[in-house]
């Protein structure tokens, strides 16, 4: 078994019966439930839009190449400079040449899981360079020293008690603050940064190719802020973010808010078309899109799984997961968790390593049944299953136990050929369901073998 596995394996023992968590995580995906399936109501015909939506989103994966040079062509004709990047080192070299040229100090990022994926804060203050998060839960996050726990709601691990707690000990307010007290305290504070930064580093919701045009929701304004008022901006978009037309939008961002956030539309909606004109006095002086495959192209590569890049990172998949509601974002040990995280984050990380998330699923279909943009999420997860072990990833000892276990429990004679005390002394020494769970009692006697004598 690799480390990554057994280290899965541990953090998902302990946090499973980690009782204050769970309370936590199910009050706060309770709360995004409620408003989810309000939100929904208002589609008249739900399906049909998720039915588009999946049209557009598979249209743009499968004309990749097509929609990305049209995209370049657009937006470069702004006055942007796009870079494309290979990895994230790549992508890092090309923020610290920037920050570099511009001589800059302070760097202030809006929320953005593609920033996560890049470690950007840890690689940036390495240069000597502050990068600051300006979204509240991210803010909250960096503030702990921990990393996002949803793709969605950074902080939904904590309760207000912590933040407030959080803030008490790094920033002396009061430990009986409210949210909205802790909501004041961080605009008050970040307003003075966005003047003062010298770049600002957004992420992009959707990459508009016809208009060559970045799309960007939000619901605290942060984004906006963060790309208006320092000198350059600087976007890390991920190459599968481009949809074709600007006329998509309409759509797509109705259908991401509803089920990111359980809105009707996010309260900031933004296109961004490339630096400030000679006749505005705002904006950036500078612009510059960074397009990072990072192994992206090996997902696409694959037949049944590249359909994973039609995500619009709503989350919604996480909020339905039984298994995220109960080991949480960090036990996944990747930037993306839960379902779509268990079928790409073994292409972004390695696939021999993290194969293991493909097995954290209890394949329900109901990712399936809400992702907006109908990828097939359970059946991805089998396809993951089943490349590993083609590839002999799993241990040989599992595959032979398997094929075991398929034998004696498809002919009822076998299962039968020792009664329930040797099937209890046996079975209680697995710990199959884990130790902190014991296995149901057999009967000393099988109801067939029962039924057959006494028939």
Request: proline share 4%.
């Given at each position: 078994?690799?480390?990554?596995?057994?280290?899965f394996?541990?953090?998902?023992?302990?946090?499973?019966?980690?009782?204050?968590?769970?309370?936590?995580?199910?009050?706060?995906?309770?709360?995004?439930?409620?408003?989810?399936?309000?939100a929904?109501?208002?589609?008249?015909?739900?399906?049909?839009?998720?039915?588009?939506?999946?049209?557009?989103?598979?249209?743009?994966?499968?004309?990749?190449?097509?929609?990305?040079?049209?995209?370049?062509?657009?937006?470069?004709?702004?006055?942007?400079?796009?870079?494309?990047?290979?990895?994230?080192?790549?992508?890092?070299?090309?923020?610290?040449?920037?920050?570099?040229?511009?001589?800059?100090?302070?760097?202030?990022k809006?929320?953005?899981?593609?920033?996560?994926?890049?470690?950007?804060?840890?690689?940036?203050?390495?240069?000597?360079?502050?990068?600051?998060e300006?979204?509240?839960?991210?803010?909250?996050?960096?503030?702990?020293?921990?990393?996002?726990?949803?793709?969605?709601?950074?902080?939904?691990?904590?309760?207000?008690?912590?933040?407030?707690?959080?803030?008490?000990?790094?920033?002396?307010?009061p430990?009986?603050?409210?949210?909205?007290?802790?909501?004041?305290?961080?605009?008050?504070?970040?307003?003075?940064?966005?003047?003062?930064?010298?770049?600002?580093?957004?992420?992009?919701?959707?990459?508009?190719?016809?208009?060559?045009?970045i799309?960007?929701?939000?619901?605290?304004?942060?984004?906006?802020?963060?790309?208006?008022?320092?000198?350059?901006?600087?976007?890390?978009?991920?190459?599968?973010?481009?949809?074709?037309?600007?006329?998509?939008?309409?759509?797509?961002?109705?259908?991401?808010?509803?089920?990111?956030?359980?809105?009707?539309?996010?309260?900031?909606d933004?296109?961004?078309?490339?630096?400030?004109?000679?006749?505005?006095?705002?904006?950036?002086?500078?612009?510059?899109?960074?397009?990072?495959?990072?192994?992206?192209?090996?997902?696409?590569?694959?037949?049944?799984?590249?359909?994973?890049?039609?995500?619009?990172?709503?989350?919604?998949?996480?909020?339905?997961?039984?298994?995220?509601?109960?080991?949480?974002?960090?036990?996944?040990?990747?930037?993306?968790?839960?379902?779509?995280?268990?079928?790409?984050?073994?292409?972004?990380n390695?696939?021999?390593?993290?194969?293991?998330?493909?097995?954290?699923?209890?394949?329900?279909?109901?990712?399936?049944?809400?992702?907006?943009?109908?990828?097939?999420?359970?059946?991805?997860?089998l396809d993951?299953?089943?490349?590993?072990?083609?590839?002999?990833?799993?241990?040989?000892?599992?595959?032979?136990?398997?094929?075991?276990?398929?034998?004696?429990?498809?002919?009822?004679?076998?299962?039968?050929?020792?009664?329930?005390?040797?099937?209890?002394?046996?079975?209680?020494?697995?710990?199959?369901?884990?130790?902190?769970?014991?296995?149901?009692?057999?009967?000393?006697?099988?109801?067939?073998?029962q039924?057959?004598?006494?028939?």
């Amino acid at each position: 078994m690799n480390q990554t596995k057994k280290k899965f394996i541990k953090d998902a023992d302990n946090i499973v019966f980690d009782e204050k968590h769970r309370k936590t995580l199910n009050f706060n995906i309770s709360k995004y439930d409620k408003s989810f399936f309000k939100a929904l109501d208002r589609y008249s015909n739900l399906e049909l839009a998720k039915q588009r939506a999946s049209y557009i989103k598979g249209n743009a994966i499968n004309h990749l190449y097509d929609y990305l040079i049209e995209f370049e062509k657009n937006i470069s004709s702004h006055g942007v400079k796009v870079l494309w990047a290979e990895d994230g080192k790549e992508a890092i070299d090309y923020v610290g040449k920037i920050l570099k040229e511009h001589k800059a100090k302070l760097v202030v990022k809006s929320k953005s899981m593609i920033s996560e994926e890049l470690e950007f804060n840890k690689n940036i203050e390495k240069m000597g360079v502050q990068s600051l998060e300006t979204d509240l839960g991210e803010y909250i996050v960096q503030q702990a020293g921990e990393k996002p726990y949803h793709i969605v709601t950074p902080a939904m691990h904590k309760s207000k008690e912590d933040v407030a707690e959080l803030f008490h000990k790094k920033f002396n307010l009061p430990l009986n603050s409210t949210p909205q007290d802790i909501a004041k305290y961080v605009r008050n504070y970040l307003r003075d940064k966005y003047v003062k930064a010298d770049v600002g580093v957004t992420g992009a919701n959707f990459l508009i190719a016809d208009i060559g045009g970045i799309a960007l929701t939000e619901n605290e304004g942060n984004a906006i802020l963060t790309c208006s008022f320092p000198k350059v901006h600087i976007v890390i978009a991920g190459i599968e973010k481009v949809i074709p037309s600007v006329k998509d939008i309409g759509l797509l961002w109705p259908l991401l808010s509803a089920h990111g956030t359980g809105q009707k539309i996010t309260v900031y909606d933004s296109i961004i078309t490339g630096p400030k004109k000679k006749n505005e006095n705002d904006g950036p002086e500078e612009m510059y899109v960074i397009l990072l495959d990072n192994k992206r192209t090996n997902l696409y590569k694959h037949d049944d799984q590249y359909v994973a890049l039609k995500c619009i990172r709503c989350g919604a998949c996480l909020n339905e997961c039984p298994i995220y509601k109960n080991i949480g974002g960090y036990t996944y040990g990747v930037t993306y968790t839960g379902p779509i995280g268990s079928v790409i984050s073994p292409f972004y990380n390695g696939f021999k390593d993290y194969h293991h998330l493909s097995y954290a699923c209890s394949v329900c279909g109901r990712c399936t049944e809400v992702c907006p943009v109908k990828i097939p999420l359970h059946r991805l997860i089998l396809d993951n299953r089943r490349d590993a072990v083609n590839k002999k990833y799993e241990p040989w000892i599992w595959n032979i136990g398997m094929k075991i276990f398929e034998k004696v429990f498809m002919h009822r004679k076998y299962v039968d050929i020792v009664n329930g005390t040797f099937k209890n002394l046996f079975s209680h020494r697995l710990y199959a369901l884990g130790k902190k769970k014991s296995m149901p009692t057999f009967a000393k006697h099988s109801f067939s073998s029962q039924w057959k004598k006494n028939k």
